[in-house]
């Protein structure tokens, strides 16, 4: 159990510590959401623990909470109660400003549909983040792009705009815009969904080339089969964890 005191509260920009040998921890996570037919909870009494460097699926049908699940692990979504202390940040009890702070330096995430912004070159997609949290000296983002575009094996378009390039080669794109200011999480929604089979395992190795260099990735997937490229697999249904198995 996690026993920090509201002085001892920091918010760790850049610097993920880990309490108890777990960078992440959420301990009854409740998310519900408000809509015309009533109150509908999407998560229910989530307890999770994820340590440095793992490589984890969650893995869910369609509605059974594992996208809800990523949202209020990054703080894109608050949780309802329970809390989320990730490198030793209680990201519950943040501000919005300060979770927006908090995710730009410590969190990547990369989408389905890739989410480039189609009037930037590929290598202007990966500098952008780096312009918004100035965490990489303005001097050095171009070489610092290029070489992100370079270890995920597209250097060759990095001046070719999104829609010139195929979808294989735009979630290469999207993973180095996600690493581009060095986080230490990297949290992927459906990252092969629209990929044929053998793209889909590229890019997957590319998530266990960055989890052996020391990143933890979270992989969200309705595909069971994924349990053969990761370290363990979080299986979600109707807003609860079922099972947990270890590779």
């Known amino acids: 159990m996690l026993t920090h005191t509201l002085d001892e509260r920091k918010i760790r920009i850049g610097a993920l510590d880990t309490q108890n040998g777990n960078l992440i921890e959420l301990r009854q996570v409740i998310k519900t959401f408000e809509n015309a037919a009533g109150t509908f909870t999407a998560l229910k009494g989530i ?3 994820v340590r440095a460097g793992e490589l984890i699926a969650i893995v869910g049908k369609s509605g059974s909470g594992k996208s809800t699940l990523l949202n209020v692990l990054t703080g894109i979504d608050r949780p309802s109660s329970g809390e989320i202390w990730i490198g030793g940040t209680p990201i519950h009890t943040l501000t919005e400003g300060q979770i927006a702070a908090w ?3 410590n969190v990547g995430v990369v989408f ?3 989410q480039l912004l189609p009037t930037l070159t590929a290598i202007e997609n990966v500098i952008l983040p780096m312009d918004f949290c100035s965490a990489i000296q303005e001097r050095e983002r171009e070489a610092r792009a290029k070489q992100l575009l370079e270890m995920v094996g597209v250097a060759d378009q990095a001046d070719k705009l999104p ?3 195929s979808g294989g080669q735009q979630q290469r794109v999207a993973i180095a815009r996600a690493l581009a200011n060095d986080p230490g999480i990297i949290v992927a929604d459906e990252p092969t ?3 044929d ?3 889909a395992d ?3 190795r590319l998530f266990q080339n960055l989890a052996a260099n020391g990143k933890t990735v979270l992989v969200v997937s309705h595909e069971r089969d994924v349990a053969r490229l990761v370290n363990r697999t979080v ?3 109707d807003g609860k964890i079922m099972c947990e198995l270890r590779n």
Request: proline share 0%.
């Open 47 to 49: 307890d999770l623990q």
């Open 112 to 114: 389905q549909f890739f």
């Open 202 to 204: 590229d890019v997957f």
């Open 163 to 165: 829609n010139t390039l």
């Open 197 to 199: 089979s053998r793209t």
């Open 235 to 237: 299986t979600i249904a």
């Open 103 to 105: 995710r730009g330096r």
């Open 193 to 195: 969904g629209n990929l």
